[in-house]
């Protein structure tokens, strides 16, 4: 690889988008179903403005507090100042963040003094439906409670239902036939920030180094993940007709409520719901979306008790780093946390899936995606052999590796990323394919290529990493797959919920 200029491994990798991205795609589409659960609510999008956040910090002793704490951030919001010192720390690294929301009085501040832009639907199970939605998937998706407030915000289409229960039968009808009253009664505040922002008070200032943002929410009727009971009775019933279910939602507990309970006994009713459909339909296929849970025993919680339960998780490297400092493993994680090298990545994602025992890991960031599966996992694999993609110009064919499964590994992560560019620059995915596709146009991340040289290198692969995206690791099948880059992206709030499910759906 040594002789291959940065322009020939760009262009190989524009063919192999091209000749893989439609096979993920069709493959995604002929799932018999998938199940989104627990977590749709109302998003409050706001658009992070330096004169009002500099205004707030302005505000009695919040700017000293939220500036020195913003290395050292909350794990969950009892106050403003809270909520600014997690924004902060957020705006200051450029990462994605979300904490929860535990004091009425401070969900009250916020929506006096900021508000929200505009309404959407929101959660990792909402962001999923309206990803997926429009691909023709058979979606059941959990939403309690359901008002009608909520209701009008998911994509209206026959596809897309929810349960309900009538004369002691399930019956899945749309979100807007099934809800009964007003109101809303749980709210995330999405604050998106773009790059480049600077944010001064008084003598001190920083800039954020790229676009992201942080999620504060606001979900006291969820909050300890109760699932409906008429929807665990239908669901029972119905787990036949479902081959998928993505489980999300474990950022929004805490360690201890108020009348006692705990996390665990949260916790612990939903690793056994999981097990009970897996008694019911042995070959569903269980995904966990991590998402940012603040408490280090929480999180322990849910590799505990959650991920013994799922083939597969999907999560970020902020995510990633977090879990890895759990693991007692406090010098990887901070080199995750300062440098992101992708050798580091790698060695972090192999430690999370060996101690989970988990047969899929998938960690998506700004640049590339990485995935670690087991052999045999991925299943319905296109018969045909990978592309051969033969180019001229000194680059040598691409052709003659016979890879088997893995192909599957690679075009659904392909497909993920073609879909992640079209809604980032659509804002929404298309339910033409044409339309899709035209979003190849976007330049492939150059923090990615380095990303696949550099891990190619490490691992001596002797360019099988960055020829095909695809070689092994250990007892694992890699997958490296640099990303489609949006210079000026209309919306990123829920894109890696749509990577996470359109790949791990794309694998069958």
């Known amino acids: 690889m040594d002789e291959w200029d940065d322009g020939q491994v760009c262009k190989l990798w524009e063919g192999i988008y091209q000749a893989n991205w439609q096979k993920g795609l069709a493959r995604l589409k002929k799932i018999s179903g998938v199940v989104l659960g627990f977590h749709s609510v109302i998003d409050g999008v ?9 205004r707030l910090l302005h505000l009695n002793e919040i700017v000293t507090n939220s500036f020195e704490r913003s290395t050292g951030f909350p794990d969950e919001i009892r106050s403003p100042d809270d909520f600014l010192a997690c924004l902060l720390a957020s705006m200051q690294k450029g990462k994605a963040m979300q904490r929860m929301i535990r004091n009425a009085a401070t969900f009250q501040w916020l929506l006096d003094e900021l508000g929200y832009d505009f309404p959407r639907l929101g959660g990792t199970s909402g962001n999923m439906s309206s990803a997926l939605t429009p691909l023709g998937v058979k979606i059941l998706v959990y939403a309690s409670p359901l008002t009608t407030d909520l209701a009008e915000l998911f994509v209206q289409a026959d596809n897309l239902n929810v ?3 009538e004369d002691g039968r399930p019956v899945l009808k749309t979100p807007r036939a099934a809800a009964s009253r007003p109101g809303i009664e749980a709210i995330h505040w999405i604050f998106e920030y773009p790059e480049g922002l600077t944010i001064r008070v008084g003598a001190r200032q920083f800039t954020t180094p790229r676009a992201n943002r942080f999620i504060a929410s606001w979900n006291p009727v969820n909050n300890q993940l109760r699932i409906d009971p008429s929807f665990k009775r239908g669901l029972l019933q119905l787990a036949g007709e479902f081959s998928h279910f993505i489980v999300s939602g474990f950022h929004i507990l805490s360690e201890i409520y108020p009348d006692g309970t705990t996390y665990k006994e949260c916790l612990l009713p939903v690793a056994e719901y999981l097990a009970d459909l897996k008694r019911k339909n042995p070959g569903l296929r269980v995904h966990a979306e991590f998402a940012s849970i603040g408490s280090a025993r929480i999180r322990q919680g849910v590799v505990d008790w959650i991920l013994p339960e799922t083939d597969s998780l ?63 996992y991925a299943r319905d694999a296109d018969a045909c052999e990978s592309a051969r993609i033969g180019y001229h110009d000194g680059i040598r064919e691409n052709g003659g590796r016979s890879r088997g499964r893995r192909d599957t590994i690679l075009s659904g992560l392909i497909a993920a990323a073609t879909l992640a560019a079209s809604r980032t620059t659509r804002g929404f995915v298309s339910s033409n394919d044409d339309e899709i596709g035209a979003n190849l146009e976007h330049p492939i991340s150059v923090r990615g290529l380095a990303a696949l040289r550099e891990l190619d290198n490490y691992l001596a692969a002797q360019g099988e990493l960055v020829e095909t995206g695809v070689t092994r690791y250990k007892e694992y099948d890699l997958a490296l797959v640099p990303a489609k880059v949006v210079a000026r992206p209309v919306l990123t709030v829920g894109l890696g919920d749509l990577i996470s499910s359109s790949a791990f759906l794309a694998m069958g």
């Open 163 to 165: 349960l309900v229960e």
């Open 314 to 376: 999907g999560l970020n490297e902020v995510e990633l780093a977090a879990l890895v400092r759990d693991a007692n493993c406090p010098a990887l994680a901070g080199r995750l946390e300062s440098a992101e090298s992708i050798t580091d990545v790698l060695e972090a994602s192999y430690l999370v899936t060996c101690r989970s025992g988990l047969s899929r890991i998938h960690l998506h960031n700004l640049g590339y995606y990485l995935c670690l599966v087991r052999p045999g």
């Open 46 to 54: 706001k658009h992070v403005k330096s004169t009002e956040l500099e």
